[in-house]
C-alpha cells in the first residue's frame, strides 16, 4: 500500500508532465483552431441572410406553397438546433471525453456533405432538411467539444478564452458576406455552396487535428463525473441571467437575418447589403474580443445593463429613424455589432462565482446557456417573420428607416428594441438581487467578527 506522501509527490510529478493552462504554446495553439471552428460553424448560418436574398429572388423557390415563410428558416434553425442540442451534447462530452475527437470528425464530414447535399436541392424542405437540419447536426458534434477542452486549458484567463472563441462568429459573418456575394452572382447559389462546402472542408481537416485535450484522455476518463454540486440550481443569478439570455436571443438575430432584405428594398446593391452585415460582424468580433477580458476584471452586471440598454436606444435611433440610406444603415450595423456582439463573452463573468473552478459544471451551464440562446433563435424568425408587413403603397423615397418598403420593417425594428430594452429591464433585477445577497452576506460575516 503506498504512503500519503509517495501518492502525493506521484501526482505532483504527473502533473508537472502536463501543459501549462492559460498559457503556453498549447492553449494558445487550441485558442486559435477553436476559433477557425468557431467561425465556421457559426458564421455560415449567420450569413444566411446573403442566400435568403438570393432565395427570395429565385423562382425555382419562390413558386413552391409558403416558400417566403419557410426559406427565412433555414438560418436561424441550423443556428438554433446547434445552440438548443447543447443541454445534450455537452453533458457527453463530460462523461466520455475520450469521444470528442471523433466527434469533430464526424462533424467535419457531415458539415461538408449537407451543404454540398444542399447544392443539389430543388424543393424547399430538402434544402431546410440540408442547408438548415444536417448541417446544424454536424456543426454540434464539430463545436461542443471546443468548450469542453477550454475549461481544460484555461482557468484564470476563461472570460479572455471565451471572448477570443467567439469572436470566431463574428470573424466568419465578417468574410463570408463580403465573398459569398460576389460568388453567388457569378455561379449562383448552387455552386457557391459547392465551392464552400470543399473549401471548408479543406481547411478544417488540419485545424481539427490541431485541436487536442490538455489532459491524457486515459486519465480524463477516469475523472468523467457530473459536476460535483448541484448548488448551483439555487442561485438566482444564473436563473435570471438564463431569463435575460432567452430575452435577448429573442431580438439579436433579426437584423443579422434582415438586414440584406432591408437594403433590398432600399434599392442598394447586395455589395452594400453585404457590407452592412460585414460590419455588423466586424464590429462583434471587437465586441466579443473586450467584453471576453472585461469579464474576467467587472461586473458583469453593469457591462450588461450597459450594452442592452444601449443597443435598445441605438435600434430605434440608427435603425428605426437614421436607416434611410446606405450612410445610416452602415452606421446601424457598426454600433449594433459592437453593443450587441459581445453578449456571450460575459457568461464567464457570470457563472465563475457558481462554478467555483469546476471544469465540468462550467461545461454544463453553458450548455443550459447555449439552450435559452437557442430558443430565442429559433422563434425569432417566425416572430419577425410575421412582423413584417407588405405594402402595395411603397412609393417614394423613406424619410425614415421604419418607412423602408412602405412601414414593412416598422413593427420590427420596435420588436427588436423593445426585446432589448427587457433585457436590460431584468439585468437590473439581477444587479439588485446580487448586491442584496452580498450585503446580507456581508452583514453575516460582521456578525460573526462581532460574536
Wanted: with cysteine; charged share 10%.
Amino acid at each position: 500500500m503506498s504512503h500519503p506522501s509517495q501518492q502525493e509527490d506521484g501526482a505532483q510529478l504527473n502533473e508537472s508532465y502536463l501543459a501549462p493552462v492559460d498559457r503556453g504554446f498549447g492553449a494558445w495553439s487550441f485558442l486559435l483552431a477553436a476559433f477557425v471552428v468557431e467561425g465556421i460553424v457559426w458564421g455560415f448560418p449567420d450569413s444566411f441572410g446573403v442566400f435568403l436574398d438570393s432565395y427570395l429572388n429565385d423562382p425555382k423557390f419562390m413558386n413552391q406553397p409558403h416558400a417566403s415563410t419557410l426559406l427565412p428558416l433555414i438560418g436561424p434553425l441550423s443556428s438554433g438546433m446547434i445552440f438548443c442540442s447543447s443541454p445534450v451534447i455537452y453533458p457527453i462530452n463530460v462523461r466520455y471525453p475520450y469521444l470528442r475527437r471523433k466527434m469533430m470528425w464526424i462533424g467535419v464530414i457531415l458539415c461538408g456533405a449537407s451543404l454540398f447535399g444542399a447544392s443539389f436541392a430543388t424543393k424547399v424542405p430538402v434544402l431546410i432538411g440540408l442547408q438548415g437540419i444536417l448541417y446544424a447536426i454536424g456543426g454540434s458534434l464539430l463545436y461542443a467539444p471546443c468548450i469542453s477542452y477550454m475549461t481544460e486549458w484555461f482557468v484564470m484567463r476563461r472570460g479572455l478564452a471565451s471572448g477570443v472563441i467567439f469572436a470566431g462568429t463574428s470573424a466568419g459573418g465578417l468574410i463570408l458576406p463580403l465573398v459569398l456575394p460576389t460568388l453567388i452572382s457569378h455561379h449562383g447559389s448552387a455552386k457557391t455552396l459547392r465551392i464552400i462546402s470543399v473549401v471548408l472542408t479543406t481547411i478544417l481537416i488540419p485545424i481539427v487535428a490541431l485541436i487536442k485535450p490538455r489532459l491524457p484522455e486515459s486519465k480524463n476518463r477516469a475523472q468523467a463525473t457530473a459536476p460535483r454540486s448541484r448548488t448551483w440550481m439555487k442561485s438566482h443569478t444564473f436563473w435570471v441571467l438564463l431569463a435575460v439570455n432567452t430575452v435577448q436571443g429573442l431580438g439579436y438575430f433579426v437584423p443579422g437575418v434582415w438586414l440584406p432584405t432591408f437594403a433590398h428594398e432600399m434599392n442598394l446593391s447586395s455589395t452594400s447589403s453585404s457590407l452592412a452585415v460585414a460590419l455588423l460582424n466586424g464590429a462583434s468580433l471587437l465586441s466579443r474580443l473586450a467584453l471576453g477580458y472585461l469579464a474576467d476584471k467587472l461586473n458583469p452586471w453593469l457591462l450588461a445593463l450597459s450594452t442592452l440598454s444601449l443597443t435598445s436606444t441605438a435600434t430605434f435611433i440608427l435603425w428605426g429613424l437614421l436607416s434611410r440610406n446606405l450612410a445610416g444603415l452602415l452606421s446601424f450595423g457598426i454600433v449594433y455589432g459592437a453593443l450587441a456582439g459581445g453578449w456571450s463573452s460575459l457568461w464567464t463573468g457570470f457563472i465563475a462565482p457558481i462554478t467555483k473552478e469546476d471544469p465540468n459544471l462550467v461545461t454544463y451551464l453553458f450548455g443550459y446557456l447555449m439552450l435559452s440562446r437557442g430558443v430565442g433563435n429559433i422563434l425569432c424568425t417566425p416572430i419577425s417573420s410575421a412582423l413584417s408587413t407588405i405594402s402595395e403603397s411603397a412609393h417614394g423615397k423613406a424619410s425614415t428607416g421604419f418607412q423602408v418598403a412602405g412601414g414593412r420593417f416598422e413593427n420590427m425594428i420596435l420588436y427588436v428594441g423593445l426585446c432589448f430594452a427587457g433585457a436590460a429591464g431584468v439585468a437590473l433585477l439581477g444587479w439588485g438581487l446580487d448586491a442584496k445577497a452580498g450585503r446580507a452576506l456581508k452583514s453575516c460575516h460582521l456578525n460573526e467578527w462581532k460574536i
